[in-house]
């Protein structure tokens, strides 16, 4: 019998791993990437595998990146499944990001404003030409001048006229964290954003540019686009006041958009949130430009438009999930395949017994 | 275990072998984690049909490959089970394989590939062939727990129409099928209405595996990881398949017996065996037919 029914699942799958773990590895007459060299020269990466992993661990992420040769989304699911072990055991502060340590801010809204623009290192003003003298030592960083002072948010500017609205006023509940409690409608902002924070990089990208092309467009300014470390500061019950636990390297973008005014509301600007961890300044500013556009039905706009709908983006906002469901259709489907062959094979011969019906009548 | 069993009192106590996995607890989740998933069992087979939110964690296994119904086994799972996992009707397809393994690695419990001598049976797209009996637990893997998700793609909407019992939609979908085809289309995740009041996915099983839903003396959980829903069947539940009076629900299996052990009333696997479309048929439940031919080898 030509049959021989489909065994050594096992051995297949040692002998995949083991195949998988030699690719990874590549040439063995090449030295070997280590993780410190990834974290150190492949620093976007690794922000960008700390924010959509939702972990902020540099050197995990680096490991991740290694593992999973590069494949940042694969990387972030690493990142992901280890994550979800670790006991959640509070919330810090909101993060003053007016106090951040900057390495970056710029504004399109104002020339100059207190604090000064801060170019810092950005791809920005670069020429894209491919450099052949990139593993040569590079110059010395400049020389940092003298700390730039005091650098408000530069909404606070507006602020003073009353011309852009104002933070909520902070909840004493607790936050919501879709990674304990499921999504839920009507989502609440803060539900929002930390889906987006989770969010994939290109979809928000995308979903951001479609607003700029029509589809529920926002008049965005970027106010502000900061980039710094920024100290988290958590208070324990126990303790009863605050410590500082430590810095985080966060992006963050406020997007100031035109606002005709409402009913309650005198015309003025609105504002779209992004921030991200790590370097990540096309995260931040997708994740603004949606996050506004999402608040389309709240401020008594027209809806409709893909990002304007909170269910479709926050249920297609995680790669890690649709990466696993686009994926899983490589596993075997042939039970169910099997019925619709059944099916098919019937409707065919429907119709090939139809025309015969029609004639003898 | 039975579901008068699944309190927390009872099921926190698994403690780990020496030859497991020390670094994670046993089966994988943390206990307040498996303590949330029982509290939302309970709740599913106190409604049995009905879809409970919970707080899906993320696994070290990608969504789509059973991250649900992994959480839910990780969650009932005793050290005195013993385990079988399915995938496609068959024991040693390669995610069934992995899947077993990571319960072997991470609970240390006994597996199986007996239908009868299993207490859990993790699945995906199959009931098995053999009755299920009493005290069986048979764990579901779900990838879109809505079942009318491709007529009404907003969940909110379809928790709504849940609520109002208004299943209009379905019927009339399936109404349109006859129409167009002359009789109802759908052959896998055929919709059923558990218990008279919720319509729900059996997840994607052939609809010849409907019936076996009906009345089970085993306990049938389903979980969907991706989409963070549970739902359940308790023992006896009456399950039936959506139909019309002048349309009743057929169960639809390729026309031909098992090539292997000859039986003409199982689910088939159609198998290609060469380049000019030569087929033959074969049991797709693995364990049945093996069970069979070993039976008619020692006879």
């Given at each position: 019998?030509a049959?021989?029914?489909?065994?050594?699942?096992?051995?297949?799958?040692?002998?995949?791993?083991?195949?998988?773990?030699?690719?990874?590895?590549?040439?063995?007459?090449?030295?070997?990437?280590?993780?410190?060299?990834?974290?150190?020269?492949?620093?976007?990466?690794?922000?960008?595998?700390?924010?959509?992993?939702?972990?902020?661990?540099?050197?995990?992420?680096?490991?991740?990146?290694?593992?999973?040769?590069?494949?940042?989304?694969?990387?972030?699911?690493?990142?992901?499944?280890?994550?979800t072990?670790?006991?959640?055991?509070?919330?810090?502060?909101?993060?003053?990001?007016?106090?951040?340590?900057?390495?970056?801010?710029?504004?399109?809204?104002?020339?100059?404003?207190?604090?000064?623009?801060?170019?810092?290192?950005?791809?920005?003003?670069?020429?894209?030409?491919?450099?052949?003298?990139?593993?040569?030592a590079?110059?010395?960083?400049?020389?940092?001048?003298a700390?730039?002072?005091?650098?408000?948010?530069?909404?606070?500017?507006?602020?003073?006229?009353?011309?852009?609205?104002?933070d909520?006023?902070?909840?004493?509940?607790?936050?919501?964290?879709?990674?304990?409690?499921?999504?839920?409608?009507?989502?609440?902002?803060?539900?929002?954003?930390?889906?987006?924070?989770?969010?994939?990089?290109?979809?928000?990208?995308?979903?951001?540019?479609?607003?700029?092309?029509?589809?529920?467009?926002?008049?965005?300014?970027?106010?502000?686009?900061r980039?710094?470390?920024?100290?988290?500061?958590?208070?324990?019950?126990?303790?009863?006041?605050?410590?500082?636990?430590?810095?985080?390297?966060?992006?963050e973008?406020?997007?100031?958009?035109?606002?005709?005014?409402?009913?309650?509301?005198?015309?003025?600007?609105?504002?779209?949130?992004?921030?991200?961890?790590?370097?990540?300044?096309r995260?931040?500013?997708?994740?603004?430009?949606?996050?506004?556009?999402?608040?389309?039905?709240?401020?008594?706009?027209?809806?409709?438009a893909?990002?304007?709908?909170?269910?479709?983006?926050?249920?297609?906002?995680?790669?890690?999930?649709?990466?696993?469901?686009?994926?899983?259709?490589?596993?075997?489907?042939?039970?169910?395949?099997?019925?619709?062959?059944?099916?098919?094979?019937?409707?065919?011969?429907?119709?090939?017994?139809?025309?015969?019906?029609?004639?003898?009548? | 275990?039975?579901?008068d069993?699944?309190?927390?009192?009872?099921?926190?106590?698994?403690?780990?072998?020496?030859?497991?996995?020390?670094?994670?607890?046993?089966?994988?989740?943390?206990?307040?984690t498996?303590?949330?998933?029982?509290?939302?069992?309970?709740?599913?087979?106190?409604?049995?049909?009905?879809?409970?939110?919970?707080?899906?964690?993320?696994?070290?296994?990608?969504?789509?490959?059973?991250?649900?119904?992994?959480?839910?086994?990780?969650?009932?799972?005793?050290?005195?089970?013993?385990?079988?996992?399915?995938?496609?009707?068959?024991?040693?397809?390669?995610?069934?394989v992995?899947?077993?393994?990571?319960?072997?690695?991470?609970?240390?419990?006994?597996?199986?590939?007996?239908?009868?001598?299993?207490?859990?049976?993790?699945?995906?797209?199959?009931?098995?062939?053999?009755?299920?009996?009493?005290?069986?637990?048979?764990?579901?893997?779900?990838?879109?727990?809505?079942?009318?998700?491709?007529l009404?793609?907003?969940?909110?909407?379809?928790?709504?129409m849940?609520?109002?019992?208004?299943?209009?939609?379905m019927?009339?979908?399936?109404?349109?099928?006859?129409?167009?085809?002359?009789?109802?289309?759908?052959?896998?995740?055929?919709?059923?209405?558990?218990?008279g009041?919720?319509?729900?996915?059996?997840?994607?099983?052939?609809?010849?595996?409907?019936?076996?839903?009906?009345?089970?003396?085993?306990?049938?959980?389903?979980?969907?990881?991706?989409?963070?829903?549970?739902?359940?069947?308790?023992?006896?539940?009456?399950?039936v398949?959506?139909?019309?009076?002048?349309?009743?629900?057929?169960?639809?299996?390729?026309?031909?017996?098992?090539?292997?052990?000859?039986?003409?009333?199982?689910?088939?696997?159609?198998?290609?065996?060469?380049?000019?479309?030569?087929?033959?048929?074969?049991?797709?439940?693995?364990?049945?037919?093996?069970?069979?031919?070993?039976?008619?080898?020692?006879?």
């Amino acid at each position: 019998m030509a049959y021989v029914a489909v065994k050594g699942g096992e051995r297949a799958i040692d002998a995949s791993h083991a195949w998988l773990a030699s690719a990874r590895r590549g040439d063995p007459a090449l030295p070997a990437i280590d993780a410190a060299q990834v974290q150190a020269q492949l620093g976007r990466a690794v922000d960008r595998v700390m924010a959509e992993g939702a972990c902020y661990d540099r050197e995990l992420a680096a490991r991740a990146i290694l593992q999973a040769q590069g494949d940042l989304i694969e990387a972030a699911f690493l990142l992901r499944a280890f994550r979800t072990t670790l006991p959640r055991f509070g919330h810090s502060r909101p993060v003053d990001t007016a106090a951040m340590r900057l390495q970056r801010r710029v504004s399109a809204i104002f020339k100059d404003m207190p604090g000064g623009q801060l170019l810092g290192p950005t791809y920005d003003y670069t020429h894209r030409l491919l450099d052949p003298t990139l593993s040569e030592a590079p110059p010395a960083p400049p020389e940092a001048d003298a700390a730039p002072g005091d650098t408000p948010p530069v909404f606070a500017i507006l602020n003073h006229e009353g011309l852009v609205e104002p933070d909520p006023a902070p909840s004493a509940a607790a936050p919501a964290d879709l990674t304990r409690e499921p999504l839920a409608f009507p989502a609440g902002r803060d539900t929002r954003l930390q889906a987006l924070a989770r969010g994939d990089e290109g979809f928000l990208l995308a979903l951001g540019y479609s607003t700029q092309r029509g589809w529920g467009g926002t008049h965005p300014f970027v106010g502000e686009l900061r980039v710094g470390e920024a100290a988290v500061w958590l208070e324990p019950p126990e303790l009863g006041f605050p410590i500082d636990i430590g810095d985080l390297v966060l992006t963050e973008c406020q997007m100031v958009n035109q606002f005709a005014g409402s009913k309650t509301a005198p015309p003025q600007f609105t504002r779209g949130y992004g921030l991200c961890f790590g370097h990540g300044e096309r995260k931040a500013m997708g994740m603004a430009l949606v996050d506004r556009a999402l608040r389309a039905e709240e401020l008594g706009e027209a809806t409709g438009a893909p990002a304007q709908d909170i269910e479709f983006v926050l249920y297609h906002s995680d790669n890690v999930e649709a990466t696993g469901f686009v994926e899983h259709l490589k596993l075997p489907h042939y039970v169910d395949f099997q019925s619709e062959l059944e099916t098919i094979r019937r409707m065919r011969a429907d119709v090939e017994a139809a025309p015969l019906q029609e004639a003898a009548e | 275990m039975t579901e008068d069993t699944m309190t927390d009192d009872t099921m926190t106590e698994d403690t780990m072998t020496d030859d497991t996995m020390t670094d994670y607890t046993f089966a994988y989740l943390d206990e307040q984690t498996k303590r949330m998933i029982r509290r939302a069992l309970l709740k599913a087979v106190a409604i049995p049909g009905h879809q409970v939110p919970f707080g899906s964690r993320e696994m070290p296994l990608p969504y789509g490959w059973g991250t649900g119904g992994i959480q839910v086994t990780a969650s009932i799972l005793g050290r005195d089970d013993v385990l079988k996992v399915i995938d496609q009707g068959a024991d040693d397809t390669t995610n069934a394989v992995s899947i077993r393994r990571f319960f072997a690695r991470t609970a240390g419990v006994a597996t199986t590939t007996h239908t009868a001598d299993a207490t859990i049976i993790q699945t995906r797209h199959r009931i098995p062939e053999h009755p299920l009996h009493e005290g069986q637990i048979l764990v579901f893997q779900v990838p879109m727990p809505e079942p009318m998700s491709k007529l009404q793609p907003s969940r909110a909407e379809t928790r709504r129409m849940h609520a109002m019992a208004e299943y209009g939609l379905m019927h009339v979908k399936l109404y349109e099928d006859i129409t167009r085809y002359g009789h109802i289309a759908t052959s896998y995740d055929y919709p059923v209405m558990v218990h008279g009041r919720y319509l729900m996915s059996p997840s994607p099983i052939p609809a010849f595996d409907n019936p076996k839903l009906h009345r089970s003396a085993a306990l049938q959980l389903f979980g969907a990881g991706r989409e963070k829903r549970i739902y359940a069947i308790p023992p006896h539940t009456d399950v039936v398949s959506l139909d019309f009076d002048d349309h009743p629900f057929r169960a639809i299996r390729a026309p031909h017996a098992c090539a292997l052990c000859n039986d003409a009333t199982t689910y088939l696997d159609e198998v290609v065996t060469d380049d000019r479309g030569t087929r033959m048929y074969v049991c797709s439940d693995t364990d049945h037919c093996t069970t069979r031919v070993a039976a008619q080898e020692a006879a």
